[in-house]
């Protein structure tokens, strides 16, 4: 396989990053290396929920186990619905089959992604500073803050929403705040009444006009690592928001502003965040998405060489339909699949595919969760508020989401290509061949 050999730079190692790693793995690539800029491994904010689509995925990976071990097992649903104020039971929408979905706090989903990569693979403290192109070698001089360097013929942008290798790929664009800000947290169960813990086990929606707080069942007893992670969605303006970064901390008491008035459940909830934390705050977000990227490399037919941006780096989505660390996982397996099984040393052959593959979903799915966001913080008069929401109706936007499996459409689409290219003749040596994903 012509690109196998290639020297590849992975930027980043959030989720995006490490699950191109795994992937590459899995698929045969072995020269490749991680560049992160954080000195250590840590990764902020509440939980996160993998649904089936990406579960299948690292379940191919081999990791379903260590995902189990410290994430939710068996949810008895994947949302149910409440009432903001009265806890009223509004519905609910079931699984979408197996594999279930997981709940897992971010850091232990890269732990769990980190394990199966070698340490010899991964270089942390390195944050970049340029990436120059050496046309005399045909490659990439990488250059770290730390005034190290590192040479690559193929560099993978995972770098996040904020995406220094995307600034060196030209894009000068900004992302769009989405009107909401989110707050995380957690909460013990312990700290919690009997009742109000044994609802929490659930995946649950408070939903309220122009505003929700959603509650993440995480990871399991077993391991000791459960606790109800807290997602609260307020629509907020942008002008209050005074820290130079997306992610900040702030006062429970901003949170407590906002649902004063809801339902006890949720009053315990601000509680036991006051309770867990010891400065009295906890993080906020602001949300922001970007437009859909026209392109995401750049390379030349004629070069074995390139660069292409995965994950939130290219294809950003706001979290109103879980899917921003699901997407990087599909991409990432999806990538490292395809640089694997080409055939040919055409990487911009290779990056179009992937492009092609991959822009469809990922920019429907941004169109979509921006949408869920937009009707989740609906100015719609409290009296008309809970007859307009339709659980039904929700699950039915999301189900192309859920069920898809990327898996079957990689191999489909490869084996496509691989027969096409079979039926050439008198050209067949100048077109791509691709190997059938096992």
Same mark, same amino acid.
């Given at each position: 396989?012509?690109?196998?050999?290639?020297?590849?730079?992975?930027?980043?190692?959030?989720?995006?990053? @490490?699950?191109?790693?795994?992937?590459?793995?899995?698929?045969?690539?072995?020269? @490749?290396?991680?560049?992160?800029?954080?000195?250590?491994?840590? %990764?902020?904010?509440?939980?996160?929920?993998?649904?089936?689509?990406?579960?299948?995925?690292?379940?191919?990976?081999?990791?379903?186990?260590? @995902?189990?071990?410290?994430?939710?097992?068996?949810?008895?649903?994947?949302?149910?619905?409440?009432?903001?104020?009265?806890?009223?039971?509004?519905?609910?929408?079931? %699984?979408?089959?197996?594999?279930?979905?997981?709940?897992?706090?971010?850091?232990?989903?890269? $732990?769990?992604?980190?394990?199966?990569?070698?340490?010899?693979?991964?270089?942390?403290?390195?944050?970049?500073?340029?990436?120059?192109?050496?046309?005399?070698?045909?490659?990439?001089?990488?250059?770290?803050?730390?005034?190290? %360097?590192?040479?690559?013929?193929?560099?993978?942008?995972?770098?996040?929403?904020?995406?220094?290798?995307?600034?060196?790929?030209?894009?000068?664009?900004?992302?769009?705040?989405?009107?909401?800000?989110?707050?995380?947290?957690?909460?013990?169960?312990?700290?919690?009444?009997?009742?109000?813990?044994?609802?929490?086990? =659930?995946?649950?929606?408070?939903?309220?006009?122009?505003?929700?707080?959603?509650?993440?069942?995480?990871?399991? $007893?077993?391991?000791?690592?459960?606790?109800?992670?807290?997602?609260?969605?307020?629509?907020?303006?942008? $002008?209050?928001?005074?820290?130079?970064?997306?992610?900040?901390?702030?006062?429970?008491?901003?949170?407590?502003?906002?649902?004063?008035?809801?339902?006890?459940?949720?009053?315990?909830?601000?509680?036991?965040?006051?309770?867990?934390?010891?400065?009295?705050?906890?993080?906020?977000?602001?949300?922001?998405?970007?437009?859909?990227?026209? =392109?995401?490399?750049?390379?030349?037919?004629?070069?074995?060489?390139?660069?292409?941006?995965?994950?939130?780096?290219?294809?950003?989505?706001?979290?109103?339909?879980?899917?921003?660390?699901? @997407?990087?996982?599909?991409?990432?397996?999806?990538?490292?699949?395809?640089?694997?099984?080409?055939?040919?040393?055409?990487?911009?052959?290779?990056?179009?595919?992937?492009?092609?593959?991959?822009?469809?979903?990922?920019?429907?799915?941004?169109?979509?969760?921006?949408?869920?966001?937009?009707?989740?913080?609906?100015?719609?008069?409290?009296?008309?508020?809970?007859?307009?929401?339709?659980?039904?109706?929700?699950?039915?936007?999301?189900?192309?989401?859920?069920?898809?499996?990327?898996?079957?459409?990689?191999?489909?689409?490869?084996?496509?290509?691989?027969?096409?290219?079979?039926?050439?003749?008198?050209?067949?040596?100048?077109?791509?061949?691709?190997?059938?994903?096992?």
């Amino acid at each position: 396989m012509a690109l196998r050999g290639q020297r590849i730079a992975v930027i980043g190692g959030g989720i995006g990053g @490490m699950a191109f790693m795994n992937s590459a793995l899995y698929a045969g690539l072995e020269n @490749m290396h991680l560049y992160e800029a954080a000195p250590e491994f840590t %990764e902020v904010g509440a939980g996160v929920n993998i649904t089936r689509n990406a579960n299948r995925v690292l379940d191919a990976f081999g990791l379903k186990d260590d @995902m189990l071990w410290s994430s939710s097992r068996n949810p008895p649903s994947y949302m149910e619905y409440r009432h903001y104020r009265t806890e009223e039971y509004l519905g609910q929408i079931e %699984e979408f089959g197996e594999p279930r979905s997981r709940q897992i706090h971010r850091a232990h989903l890269v $732990e769990v992604l980190k394990k199966k990569v070698p340490d010899s693979k991964i270089s942390k403290g390195k944050r970049l500073v340029a990436v120059e192109r050496d046309e005399t070698d045909d490659c990439y001089t990488i250059k770290f803050q730390d005034g190290t %360097e590192s040479k690559a013929d193929i560099v993978v942008g995972c770098d996040g929403i904020k995406s220094r290798v995307r600034q060196h790929l030209g894009f000068t664009d900004e992302p769009i705040y989405s009107g909401q800000m989110v707050y995380r947290g957690y909460v013990a169960y312990d700290d919690l009444t009997q009742e109000t813990a044994e609802l929490l086990r =659930k995946t649950v929606n408070f939903r309220g006009p122009q505003r929700h707080v959603l509650t993440l069942p995480i990871g399991n $007893e077993e391991s000791k690592t459960d606790r109800v992670g807290i997602i609260g969605f307020m629509t907020e303006p942008l $002008e209050g928001w005074t820290s130079e970064s997306w992610l900040a901390k702030a006062p429970v008491d901003d949170l407590y502003e906002h649902v004063k008035d809801w339902s006890p459940a949720v009053q315990e909830i601000i509680h036991g965040l006051r309770k867990g934390a010891e400065d009295g705050k906890i993080l906020k977000q602001t949300l922001y998405v970007r437009d859909p990227t026209p =392109k995401w490399y750049s390379a030349q037919s004629w070069q074995k060489s390139g660069i292409i941006l995965i994950g939130d780096s290219v294809h950003s989505t706001l979290p109103h339909q879980g899917q921003g660390a699901c @997407m990087a996982i599909e991409s990432g397996f999806a990538l490292a699949q395809v640089l694997s099984n080409w055939q040919s040393a055409d990487t911009e052959g290779a990056f179009q595919f992937f492009q092609d593959l991959r822009k469809p979903r990922t920019d429907k799915i941004t169109k979509t969760s921006y949408e869920t966001g937009k009707l989740a913080s609906a100015d719609i008069p409290e009296e008309l508020w809970s007859q307009t929401f339709s659980p039904g109706a929700v699950a039915e936007r999301m189900r192309w989401v859920m069920e898809y499996d990327l898996l079957a459409e990689l191999s489909n689409r490869l084996s496509a290509v691989d027969a096409s290219d079979e039926s050439k003749t008198s050209t067949a040596s100048s077109i791509p061949q691709v190997a059938r994903v096992v």
